[in-house]
Structure formats: structure tokens, C-alpha cells
């Protein structure tokens, strides 16, 4: 019988999904969530083609990915080096620079893929 619980497949999943709580305190987390089911929405309402839903669903992925990756960055930053320290600083303003440009490019693409989809 398959035993899930000694599976090293699903081990790893479990423990990967132990951080979503974590994350998801993350005030700018949700609102990437909450901005890329938007997206989806918008592309269900105006029937977006397949290369069109690669892009979509890669911006979103790349965005979400690059704030997971920030919040661990802050949090092994803030465990090595607890009280304020300037380089500690830098790190910090650079995965969070990280985050905005992973924004901002995945702005343009919804730009690019829904401008067409828009009539003024």
C-alpha cells in the first residue's frame, strides 16, 4: 500500500507548503494575489488566446515567486543580523527592487496582452 507520508515526493511538497502561511502575512503578497486573479478574470471575460494566457500566467508566477523569494531574503536577513544594520539595509531594498521590477514588467505584459482586448 502507498504510504504518502514516507514519501520523499510529498515530504517535500509539505514542507514546501509550510511556508505559504508565512508568506501570505504579507501585506504586498496578497495584493499580487489579489491583482493577478483580477488578471485572470479579465482574460476569462475577454477570451484571451493560449500565448496570450503563457504570458499572463508567467507574470503573475515570475511576480509572486520574486515577493516568496523577498520575504525569505528579509526573514535570513533580519535572523543573521537581528539589530539595524546598514548592508543588512541594502539587501532588504535590493530583493524588494526585485519585486517591484518583476511588477512593473509584468504590468507591461498585461498592457501588451489586454490593450488590444480594450476599446476607447
Request: a positive charge.
Amino acid at each position: 500500500m502507498f504510504n504518502y507520508k514516507e514519501n520523499k515526493f510529498f515530504k517535500s511538497v509539505s514542507a514546501a507548503l509550510q511556508g505559504f502561511p508565512i508568506v501570505y502575512k504579507e501585506r504586498n503578497f496578497r495584493i499580487h494575489t489579489c491583482i493577478g486573479f483580477a488578471v485572470i478574470l479579465f482574460g476569462i471575460y475577454f477570451k484571451i488566446n493560449r500565448y496570450e494566457w503563457i504570458a499572463v500566467f508567467f507574470a503573475i508566477g515570475i511576480t509572486l515567486m520574486a515577493e516568496i523569494m523577498n520575504t525569505s531574503i528579509e526573514n535570513l536577513t533580519d535572523l543573521v543580523m537581528p539589530e539595524k544594520n546598514q548592508k543588512a539595509g541594502i539587501i532588504k531594498d535590493l530583493a524588494a527592487l526585485a519585486v517591484l521590477f518583476c511588477a512593473i514588467m509584468s504590468a507591461i505584459i498585461g498592457f501588451l496582452v489586454f490593450y488590444p482586448y480594450l476599446e476607447f
